[in-house]
Protein backbone atom coordinates (compact mmCIF):
# COMPACT_ATOMS: atom_id res chain seq x y z
CA UNK A 1 0.00 0.00 0.00
CA UNK A 2 1.32 3.40 -0.72
CA UNK A 3 1.81 6.07 2.23
CA UNK A 4 -0.37 8.20 0.72
CA UNK A 5 -3.23 5.30 0.51
CA UNK A 6 -2.08 3.97 3.90
CA UNK A 7 -3.05 7.43 5.97
CA UNK A 8 -6.21 7.60 4.10
CA UNK A 9 -6.55 4.05 5.36
CA UNK A 10 -5.49 5.52 8.98
CA UNK A 11 -8.15 7.86 8.92
CA UNK A 12 -10.71 5.37 8.21
CA UNK A 13 -9.22 2.79 10.43
CA UNK A 14 -9.96 5.28 13.24
CA UNK A 15 -13.64 6.03 12.76
CA UNK A 16 -14.12 2.41 12.44
CA UNK A 17 -12.85 1.60 15.42
CA UNK A 18 -14.99 3.95 16.61
CA UNK A 19 -17.97 2.14 15.26
CA UNK A 20 -16.83 -0.95 16.66
CA UNK A 21 -17.28 0.77 20.14
CA UNK A 22 -20.03 2.27 20.11
CA UNK A 23 -23.04 0.20 18.93
CA UNK A 24 -25.06 3.24 19.52
CA UNK A 25 -23.55 5.50 16.69
CA UNK A 26 -24.12 2.31 14.34
CA UNK A 27 -28.16 2.00 15.03
CA UNK A 28 -28.52 5.60 14.58
CA UNK A 29 -26.68 5.51 10.55
CA UNK A 30 -29.99 2.98 10.25
CA UNK A 31 -32.15 4.94 12.10
CA UNK A 32 -33.28 8.03 10.24
CA UNK A 33 -33.24 6.52 6.61
CA UNK A 34 -35.44 3.18 8.18
CA UNK A 35 -37.85 6.19 10.27
CA UNK A 36 -38.53 8.10 6.78
CA UNK A 37 -38.84 5.22 4.45
CA UNK A 38 -42.39 3.77 6.92
CA UNK A 39 -43.60 6.97 7.09
CA UNK A 40 -43.09 7.85 3.23
CA UNK A 41 -44.19 3.97 2.40
CA UNK A 42 -47.74 4.46 4.69
CA UNK A 43 -48.11 7.78 3.36
CA UNK A 44 -48.12 6.05 0.23
CA UNK A 45 -50.10 3.08 1.11
CA UNK A 46 -52.72 5.25 2.00
CA UNK A 47 -52.29 7.27 -1.31
CA UNK A 48 -52.63 3.90 -2.82
CA UNK A 49 -55.77 3.22 -1.02
CA UNK A 50 -57.51 6.74 -2.17
CA UNK A 51 -56.78 7.13 -5.33
CA UNK A 52 -55.39 3.72 -7.02
CA UNK A 53 -53.65 3.64 -9.96
CA UNK A 54 -52.32 7.15 -10.73
CA UNK A 55 -51.51 6.86 -6.92
CA UNK A 56 -49.78 3.59 -7.20
CA UNK A 57 -47.28 5.12 -9.76
CA UNK A 58 -46.93 8.24 -7.30
CA UNK A 59 -46.27 5.94 -4.47
CA UNK A 60 -42.87 4.74 -6.31
CA UNK A 61 -41.87 8.30 -7.33
CA UNK A 62 -42.51 8.82 -3.41
CA UNK A 63 -40.82 5.91 -2.23
CA UNK A 64 -37.45 6.23 -4.73
CA UNK A 65 -37.24 9.59 -4.01
CA UNK A 66 -37.21 9.31 -0.52
CA UNK A 67 -34.41 6.60 -1.30
CA UNK A 68 -32.07 8.41 -3.25
CA UNK A 69 -32.27 11.69 -1.35
CA UNK A 70 -31.59 9.76 1.68
CA UNK A 71 -28.20 8.60 -0.26
CA UNK A 72 -26.97 12.23 -0.37
CA UNK A 73 -28.37 13.18 2.83
CA UNK A 74 -26.34 10.08 4.46
CA UNK A 75 -23.12 10.96 1.94
CA UNK A 76 -23.22 14.43 3.01
CA UNK A 77 -23.50 13.80 6.84
CA UNK A 78 -21.22 10.47 7.09
CA UNK A 79 -18.30 13.18 5.57
CA UNK A 80 -19.28 16.39 7.98
CA UNK A 81 -19.76 14.14 11.13
CA UNK A 82 -16.47 11.87 10.57
CA UNK A 83 -14.65 15.40 10.44
CA UNK A 84 -17.27 17.04 13.20
CA UNK A 85 -15.59 13.61 15.73
CA UNK A 86 -12.56 14.47 15.41
CA UNK A 87 -13.34 18.16 17.00
CA UNK A 88 -15.50 16.66 19.82
CA UNK A 89 -12.57 14.14 20.40
CA UNK A 90 -9.99 17.42 20.35
CA UNK A 91 -7.93 15.04 17.87
CA UNK A 92 -7.59 17.78 14.66
CA UNK A 93 -4.36 19.16 16.62
CA UNK A 94 -2.38 15.44 16.27
CA UNK A 95 -3.97 14.77 12.62
CA UNK A 96 -2.74 18.22 11.17
CA UNK A 97 0.74 17.64 12.54
CA UNK A 98 1.12 13.92 11.03
CA UNK A 99 2.03 14.25 7.41
CA UNK A 100 -1.49 13.61 6.34
CA UNK A 101 -1.97 15.83 3.53
CA UNK A 102 -5.51 18.05 3.67
CA UNK A 103 -6.70 16.04 0.12
CA UNK A 104 -6.08 12.70 1.97
CA UNK A 105 -8.00 14.20 4.83
CA UNK A 106 -10.51 14.35 2.28
CA UNK A 107 -10.33 11.03 0.75
CA UNK A 108 -10.80 9.55 4.16
CA UNK A 109 -13.72 11.31 5.03
CA UNK A 110 -15.24 10.56 1.52
CA UNK A 111 -14.94 6.89 2.05
CA UNK A 112 -16.21 7.23 5.66
CA UNK A 113 -19.42 9.19 3.82
CA UNK A 114 -19.80 6.66 1.28
CA UNK A 115 -19.77 3.98 4.29
CA UNK A 116 -22.13 5.74 6.49
CA UNK A 117 -24.84 5.74 3.18
CA UNK A 118 -24.47 2.27 2.62
CA UNK A 119 -24.80 1.23 6.18
CA UNK A 120 -28.05 4.06 6.87
CA UNK A 121 -29.43 3.44 3.08
CA UNK A 122 -29.61 0.10 2.11
CA UNK A 123 -31.35 -1.69 5.05
CA UNK A 124 -33.84 1.08 4.16
CA UNK A 125 -33.77 -0.41 0.26
CA UNK A 126 -34.60 -3.94 1.68
CA UNK A 127 -37.62 -2.81 4.16
CA UNK A 128 -39.02 -0.53 0.98
CA UNK A 129 -39.33 -4.04 -0.72
CA UNK A 130 -40.21 -6.08 2.79
CA UNK A 131 -42.81 -3.63 3.16
CA UNK A 132 -44.17 -2.05 0.45
CA UNK A 133 -42.92 -4.34 -2.27
CA UNK A 134 -41.16 -1.30 -4.04
CA UNK A 135 -38.01 -2.43 -5.11
CA UNK A 136 -35.88 0.54 -6.53
CA UNK A 137 -33.38 -1.91 -8.31
CA UNK A 138 -36.38 -1.88 -11.01
CA UNK A 139 -34.98 1.07 -12.09
CA UNK A 140 -32.42 -0.76 -13.96
CA UNK A 141 -28.66 0.04 -14.15
CA UNK A 142 -29.02 3.95 -14.27
CA UNK A 143 -29.69 3.42 -10.53
CA UNK A 144 -25.93 3.16 -10.27
CA UNK A 145 -25.45 6.70 -11.84
CA UNK A 146 -28.28 8.00 -9.43
CA UNK A 147 -26.55 7.08 -6.56
CA UNK A 148 -23.28 8.03 -7.85
CA UNK A 149 -24.51 11.19 -8.96
CA UNK A 150 -26.28 12.30 -5.16
CA UNK A 151 -22.89 11.03 -3.08
CA UNK A 152 -20.84 13.04 -4.84
CA UNK A 153 -23.29 16.02 -4.60
CA UNK A 154 -23.28 15.39 -0.87
CA UNK A 155 -19.51 15.06 -0.87
CA UNK A 156 -19.53 18.35 -2.30
CA UNK A 157 -21.68 19.85 0.12
CA UNK A 158 -19.65 18.64 2.88
CA UNK A 159 -16.33 19.93 2.27
CA UNK A 160 -18.71 23.23 2.21
CA UNK A 161 -19.69 22.39 5.92
CA UNK A 162 -16.59 21.30 6.67
CA UNK A 163 -15.44 24.86 5.25
CA UNK A 164 -17.59 26.32 7.33
CA UNK A 165 -16.42 24.21 10.33
CA UNK A 166 -12.72 25.70 9.88
CA UNK A 167 -14.16 29.41 9.57
CA UNK A 168 -16.22 29.28 12.65
CA UNK A 169 -15.14 26.08 14.94
CA UNK A 170 -17.96 23.89 16.36
CA UNK A 171 -20.46 26.36 16.52
CA UNK A 172 -21.53 26.20 13.15
CA UNK A 173 -22.35 21.70 13.78
CA UNK A 174 -25.70 22.34 13.23
CA UNK A 175 -25.45 22.89 9.46
CA UNK A 176 -23.59 18.76 9.40
CA UNK A 177 -27.06 18.15 10.25
CA UNK A 178 -29.38 20.61 8.67
CA UNK A 179 -27.84 22.33 5.17
CA UNK A 180 -28.96 20.06 2.86
CA UNK A 181 -32.39 19.67 4.35
CA UNK A 182 -32.66 23.27 3.54
CA UNK A 183 -32.13 22.20 -0.29
CA UNK A 184 -34.43 19.86 -0.45
CA UNK A 185 -37.57 22.23 -2.05
CA UNK A 186 -35.31 23.55 -4.75
CA UNK A 187 -33.93 19.92 -5.60
CA UNK A 188 -37.49 18.21 -7.12
CA UNK A 189 -37.20 14.79 -4.78
CA UNK A 190 -40.61 14.50 -4.82
CA UNK A 191 -42.00 17.06 -7.69
CA UNK A 192 -40.92 18.22 -11.22
CA UNK A 193 -38.85 21.32 -11.63
CA UNK A 194 -41.14 22.80 -13.92
CA UNK A 195 -43.80 23.03 -10.17
CA UNK A 196 -41.36 25.47 -8.64
CA UNK A 197 -42.08 29.01 -9.99
CA UNK A 198 -40.18 30.23 -12.99
CA UNK A 199 -37.70 32.62 -11.45
CA UNK A 200 -36.91 30.09 -8.93
CA UNK A 201 -35.99 27.09 -11.55
CA UNK A 202 -32.68 28.22 -12.97
CA UNK A 203 -31.63 27.67 -9.46
CA UNK A 204 -33.05 24.39 -8.80
CA UNK A 205 -31.36 23.10 -12.61
CA UNK A 206 -27.66 24.14 -11.06
CA UNK A 207 -28.42 21.77 -8.38
CA UNK A 208 -27.15 18.00 -9.66
CA UNK A 209 -29.96 16.27 -7.66
CA UNK A 210 -32.68 18.22 -9.41
CA UNK A 211 -31.46 16.25 -12.41
CA UNK A 212 -30.96 12.72 -10.80
CA UNK A 213 -34.91 13.24 -10.09
CA UNK A 214 -36.03 14.32 -13.08
CA UNK A 215 -34.18 11.13 -14.37
CA UNK A 216 -36.16 9.13 -11.65
CA UNK A 217 -39.21 10.38 -12.85
CA UNK A 218 -38.63 9.81 -16.33
CA UNK A 219 -37.08 6.17 -15.30
CA UNK A 220 -40.37 5.30 -13.54
CA UNK A 221 -42.77 6.92 -14.99
CA UNK A 222 -41.75 6.42 -19.07
CA UNK A 223 -39.26 3.99 -18.50
CA UNK A 224 -36.57 5.97 -20.78
CA UNK A 225 -33.09 6.69 -19.53
CA UNK A 226 -32.97 10.74 -19.83
CA UNK A 227 -29.39 11.31 -20.72
CA UNK A 228 -29.21 14.56 -20.60
CA UNK A 229 -30.42 14.88 -17.10
CA UNK A 230 -27.59 12.26 -16.42
CA UNK A 231 -24.83 14.07 -18.14
CA UNK A 232 -25.93 17.84 -16.84
CA UNK A 233 -26.11 16.19 -13.04
CA UNK A 234 -22.59 14.78 -12.87
CA UNK A 235 -21.22 18.02 -15.03
CA UNK A 236 -22.59 20.17 -11.94
CA UNK A 237 -20.87 17.86 -9.69
CA UNK A 238 -17.79 18.14 -10.91
CA UNK A 239 -18.26 21.70 -10.87
CA UNK A 240 -19.69 21.87 -7.52
CA UNK A 241 -16.86 19.25 -5.91
CA UNK A 242 -13.92 22.12 -7.88
CA UNK A 243 -15.68 24.56 -6.17
CA UNK A 244 -15.83 23.57 -2.81
CA UNK A 245 -12.29 22.12 -3.18
CA UNK A 246 -11.22 25.85 -3.72
CA UNK A 247 -13.36 26.95 -0.24
CA UNK A 248 -12.14 24.03 1.77
CA UNK A 249 -8.35 24.43 0.62
CA UNK A 250 -8.77 28.43 1.04
CA UNK A 251 -10.21 28.00 4.87
CA UNK A 252 -7.86 25.57 5.99
CA UNK A 253 -5.09 27.83 5.12
CA UNK A 254 -6.78 30.88 6.79
CA UNK A 255 -7.41 28.87 9.67
CA UNK A 256 -3.51 28.00 9.95
CA UNK A 257 -3.06 32.19 9.35
CA UNK A 258 -5.47 32.05 12.08
CA UNK A 259 -3.75 29.76 14.81
CA UNK A 260 -8.11 28.06 14.80
CA UNK A 261 -6.50 24.57 14.60
CA UNK A 262 -5.26 25.38 17.82
CA UNK A 263 -8.71 25.79 19.49
CA UNK A 264 -11.57 24.85 16.98
CA UNK A 265 -13.18 22.44 19.59
CA UNK A 266 -13.77 25.82 21.90
CA UNK B 1 26.51 18.16 10.95
CA UNK B 2 24.07 20.59 10.27
CA UNK B 3 21.24 21.15 12.92
CA UNK B 4 17.38 19.67 12.55
CA UNK B 5 15.84 22.33 13.57
CA UNK B 6 16.87 25.99 11.66
CA UNK B 7 14.47 28.98 13.28
CA UNK B 8 15.87 32.51 11.71
CA UNK B 9 13.70 35.86 11.94
CA UNK B 10 9.87 34.60 13.16
CA UNK B 11 7.71 36.09 14.22
CA UNK B 12 3.86 36.03 14.29
CA UNK B 13 1.25 38.20 15.73
CA UNK B 14 -2.97 36.62 14.84
CA UNK B 15 -4.37 40.60 13.67
CA UNK B 16 -2.42 43.23 11.60
CA UNK B 17 -3.16 45.58 15.13
CA UNK B 18 -2.43 42.85 17.41
CA UNK B 19 1.00 43.18 19.27
CA UNK B 20 3.48 40.02 17.89
CA UNK B 21 3.10 37.20 20.15
CA UNK B 22 6.31 35.39 18.67
CA UNK B 23 8.94 38.69 17.81
CA UNK B 24 12.09 38.19 16.12
CA UNK B 25 13.05 34.33 17.01
CA UNK B 26 16.87 32.82 16.06
CA UNK B 27 18.35 29.95 17.07
CA UNK B 28 19.69 26.66 15.65
CA UNK B 29 18.53 23.10 17.67
CA UNK B 30 21.62 20.73 16.75
CA UNK B 31 21.12 17.11 16.37
CA UNK B 32 20.95 14.85 19.66
CA UNK B 33 20.36 18.40 21.89
CA UNK B 34 17.54 18.60 24.35
CA UNK B 35 16.80 22.84 24.44
CA UNK B 36 14.31 24.51 26.87
CA UNK B 37 11.78 27.03 25.63
CA UNK B 38 10.92 28.80 29.01
CA UNK B 39 8.59 32.02 29.61
CA UNK B 40 5.48 32.82 31.59
CA UNK B 41 2.26 32.84 30.26
CA UNK B 42 1.75 34.32 26.94
CA UNK B 43 5.64 34.21 25.96
CA UNK B 44 4.90 32.45 22.91
CA UNK B 45 5.98 29.47 23.57
CA UNK B 46 2.85 27.82 22.48
CA UNK B 47 2.57 29.97 18.90
CA UNK B 48 6.30 29.31 18.55
CA UNK B 49 5.71 25.49 18.62
CA UNK B 50 2.44 25.75 16.72
CA UNK B 51 4.71 27.43 14.03
CA UNK B 52 7.23 24.76 14.09
CA UNK B 53 4.79 21.97 13.76
CA UNK B 54 3.37 23.78 10.52
CA UNK B 55 -0.24 24.18 12.29
CA UNK B 56 0.54 27.98 12.53
CA UNK B 57 1.47 30.33 9.16
CA UNK B 58 4.34 32.42 10.53
CA UNK B 59 3.79 36.48 9.80
CA UNK B 60 7.57 36.55 9.03
CA UNK B 61 10.88 34.42 9.47
CA UNK B 62 11.73 31.01 8.31
CA UNK B 63 11.88 27.42 9.54
CA UNK B 64 13.83 24.53 8.12
CA UNK B 65 13.02 21.51 9.75
CA UNK B 66 15.32 18.60 9.47
CA UNK B 67 16.74 20.33 6.03
CA UNK B 68 12.84 21.26 4.72
CA UNK B 69 11.69 24.26 4.46
CA UNK B 70 8.00 24.34 6.41
CA UNK B 71 6.42 26.77 4.39
CA UNK B 72 7.02 24.65 1.00
CA UNK B 73 7.75 21.30 2.39
CA UNK B 74 6.04 20.90 5.31
CA UNK B 75 4.82 16.83 5.03
CA UNK B 76 8.16 15.63 4.78
CA UNK B 77 9.65 17.05 7.78
CA UNK B 78 6.43 16.59 9.36
CA UNK B 79 7.04 12.64 8.70
CA UNK B 80 10.41 12.66 11.10
CA UNK B 81 9.02 14.55 13.70
CA UNK B 82 6.57 14.41 16.24
CA UNK B 83 5.04 16.01 18.89
CA UNK B 84 3.33 15.43 22.45
CA UNK B 85 0.71 17.35 24.73
CA UNK B 86 -1.28 16.89 27.60
CA UNK B 87 -3.51 19.48 26.24
CA UNK B 88 -4.25 17.64 22.89
CA UNK B 89 -6.11 14.32 23.36
CA UNK B 90 -5.97 11.02 21.77
CA UNK B 91 -9.88 9.83 21.00
CA UNK B 92 -11.32 8.39 24.08
CA UNK B 93 -13.44 5.91 22.97
CA UNK B 94 -10.18 4.04 21.15
CA UNK B 95 -8.26 1.74 23.18
CA UNK B 96 -4.39 2.64 23.28
CA UNK B 97 -3.31 0.24 20.79
CA UNK B 98 -6.06 1.16 18.66
CA UNK B 99 -4.79 4.98 18.73
CA UNK B 100 -1.12 3.90 18.33
CA UNK B 101 -2.07 1.82 15.24
CA UNK B 102 -4.16 5.04 13.92
CA UNK B 103 -0.62 6.76 14.04
CA UNK B 104 1.32 4.22 12.82
CA UNK B 105 -0.88 4.11 9.71
CA UNK B 106 -0.37 8.18 9.38
CA UNK B 107 3.47 8.09 9.67
CA UNK B 108 3.89 4.71 7.49
CA UNK B 109 5.83 3.28 10.16
CA UNK B 110 6.94 -0.32 8.84
CA UNK B 111 6.25 -2.89 11.29
CA UNK B 112 3.79 -0.63 13.27
CA UNK B 113 2.25 -4.21 15.55
CA UNK B 114 6.07 -4.81 16.21
CA UNK B 115 6.72 -1.03 16.99
CA UNK B 116 3.34 -0.69 19.57
CA UNK B 117 5.08 -4.16 21.07
CA UNK B 118 8.58 -2.55 21.50
CA UNK B 119 6.64 0.97 22.53
CA UNK B 120 4.10 -0.71 25.13
CA UNK B 121 7.62 -3.01 27.02
CA UNK B 122 9.57 -0.11 26.99
CA UNK B 123 6.79 2.27 28.16
CA UNK B 124 5.22 -0.25 30.65
CA UNK B 125 1.98 -0.02 28.75
CA UNK B 126 0.86 -3.65 28.85
CA UNK B 127 -2.02 -3.30 31.20
CA UNK B 128 -3.79 -1.07 29.73
CA UNK B 129 -3.06 -1.43 25.76
CA UNK B 130 -6.10 -2.46 25.27
CA UNK B 131 -8.13 -0.63 27.34
CA UNK B 132 -9.69 3.08 26.00
CA UNK B 133 -7.80 5.67 26.37
CA UNK B 134 -10.46 7.56 27.96
CA UNK B 135 -10.17 5.51 30.98
CA UNK B 136 -6.45 5.72 32.08
CA UNK B 137 -5.27 7.92 34.98
CA UNK B 138 -2.95 10.92 33.92
CA UNK B 139 0.14 8.96 34.33
CA UNK B 140 -0.75 6.44 32.04
CA UNK B 141 -1.94 8.93 29.61
CA UNK B 142 0.74 10.46 29.63
CA UNK B 143 2.82 7.28 28.89
CA UNK B 144 0.79 7.05 25.59
CA UNK B 145 1.03 10.33 24.53
CA UNK B 146 4.62 9.63 24.54
CA UNK B 147 4.25 6.38 22.95
CA UNK B 148 2.00 8.01 19.97
CA UNK B 149 5.03 10.92 19.74
CA UNK B 150 7.74 8.36 19.22
CA UNK B 151 5.78 5.61 16.83
CA UNK B 152 8.03 7.13 14.11
CA UNK B 153 11.02 7.20 15.54
CA UNK B 154 11.13 10.97 15.06
CA UNK B 155 14.14 12.66 14.72
CA UNK B 156 13.04 16.06 16.46
CA UNK B 157 10.73 15.59 19.32
CA UNK B 158 8.58 18.64 20.49
CA UNK B 159 7.31 18.16 23.61
CA UNK B 160 4.79 20.66 25.80
CA UNK B 161 4.62 20.40 29.46
CA UNK B 162 5.58 16.39 29.23
CA UNK B 163 4.89 16.02 32.85
CA UNK B 164 1.83 18.69 33.40
CA UNK B 165 -0.51 17.19 36.07
CA UNK B 166 1.69 14.07 36.81
CA UNK B 167 2.48 13.23 40.53
CA UNK B 168 6.59 13.58 41.47
CA UNK B 169 7.11 9.99 40.69
CA UNK B 170 5.50 9.50 37.54
CA UNK B 171 7.07 13.38 36.63
CA UNK B 172 10.29 11.39 37.68
CA UNK B 173 9.96 8.25 35.61
CA UNK B 174 9.08 10.30 33.02
CA UNK B 175 12.21 12.65 32.70
CA UNK B 176 14.44 9.70 33.46
CA UNK B 177 13.01 7.83 30.31
CA UNK B 178 13.05 10.56 28.13
CA UNK B 179 17.07 11.38 28.83
CA UNK B 180 17.16 7.59 28.26
CA UNK B 181 15.46 7.56 25.18
CA UNK B 182 17.69 10.83 24.10
CA UNK B 183 21.07 8.78 24.66
CA UNK B 184 19.81 5.84 22.92
CA UNK B 185 18.31 7.33 20.04
CA UNK B 186 20.16 10.75 18.95
CA UNK B 187 16.82 12.49 18.54
CA UNK B 188 17.05 16.51 19.66
CA UNK B 189 14.34 17.74 21.75
CA UNK B 190 12.47 20.92 22.08
CA UNK B 191 10.63 21.41 25.81
CA UNK B 192 8.18 23.73 26.47
CA UNK B 193 7.92 23.64 30.05
CA UNK B 194 6.69 25.58 33.70
CA UNK B 195 8.76 23.06 35.50
CA UNK B 196 12.14 24.93 36.07
CA UNK B 197 13.57 21.96 37.69
CA UNK B 198 12.82 19.07 34.67
CA UNK B 199 14.04 21.91 32.22
CA UNK B 200 17.60 22.26 34.87
CA UNK B 201 17.92 18.54 34.51
CA UNK B 202 17.04 17.33 30.88
CA UNK B 203 17.77 20.62 28.79
CA UNK B 204 21.50 21.52 28.10
CA UNK B 205 20.86 24.97 26.49
CA UNK B 206 17.44 26.94 27.35
CA UNK B 207 16.01 29.96 25.76
CA UNK B 208 14.16 32.42 28.11
CA UNK B 209 10.61 34.03 26.48
CA UNK B 210 9.06 37.22 27.30
CA UNK B 211 6.53 38.80 25.13
CA UNK B 212 7.71 36.73 21.74
CA UNK B 213 11.69 37.63 22.05
CA UNK B 214 14.59 35.91 23.61
CA UNK B 215 15.49 37.87 26.47
CA UNK B 216 18.38 35.07 27.31
CA UNK B 217 19.56 32.25 26.62
CA UNK B 218 22.19 29.32 27.69
CA UNK B 219 22.66 26.64 29.91
CA UNK B 220 20.84 26.13 32.96
CA UNK B 221 24.05 26.32 35.02
CA UNK B 222 25.21 29.44 33.18
CA UNK B 223 21.58 31.72 33.57
CA UNK B 224 21.96 30.38 37.10
CA UNK B 225 25.43 31.65 37.88
CA UNK B 226 24.63 35.05 35.62
CA UNK B 227 21.93 36.06 37.23
CA UNK B 228 23.33 35.34 40.97
CA UNK B 229 20.76 32.94 41.50
CA UNK B 230 20.53 29.40 43.37
CA UNK B 231 18.37 27.50 40.44
CA UNK B 232 16.68 27.98 37.50
CA UNK B 233 13.07 28.90 38.93
CA UNK B 234 14.86 31.88 40.77
CA UNK B 235 16.00 32.90 37.15
CA UNK B 236 12.60 32.42 36.04
CA UNK B 237 11.37 34.61 38.58
CA UNK B 238 13.58 37.66 38.40
CA UNK B 239 13.23 37.44 34.47
CA UNK B 240 8.94 36.86 34.51
CA UNK B 241 8.86 40.35 37.35
CA UNK B 242 12.01 41.83 35.62
CA UNK B 243 12.44 45.29 33.94
CA UNK B 244 9.85 45.30 30.22
CA UNK B 245 13.33 45.80 28.57
CA UNK B 246 14.03 42.65 26.33
CA UNK B 247 17.34 42.05 24.33
Redesign the interface.
Known amino acids: MS?SL??V???V??HL??YR??PPRVIELMYWPTLQMVVWGFLSVYLAGVQNNVASVGAGILLGGVLLWEAALRSQMGFSISFL?EIW???L?????????PHELVAGLMVMGLLRTAVGVVPAMILAWLLYSFNILSIGPALVGFFTALILMGWAVALGVTSLLLRYGAGAETLAWSVLFGITPFAAVFYPVSVLPEWLQPFALAIPAAHVFEGMRAALLEGRFAWGHMLAAFALDAVWLVAMWAVFMRQF?AA????A??NIGE | MPPVLVVEGLRKRYRPDAAYAVDGLDFELPRGATWGLLGGNGAGKTTTIAMLLGLLVPSAGRIVALGHDMATDRFAALAQMNFSSPYIALPHRLSVAENLRIYGHLYNVSGTEARIAELSETLQMGDFLDRPAGELSAGQKTRVALAKALINRPQLLLLDEPTASLDPDTGDWVRTWLERYREASGCAILLASHNMAEVERLCGHVLVLKKGRVVDQGAPAELVARFGRDDLEQVFLDIARGSEEVG
Open positions: PRRWGLYRALRSESRNGHLFVSPLRQRVRGLL
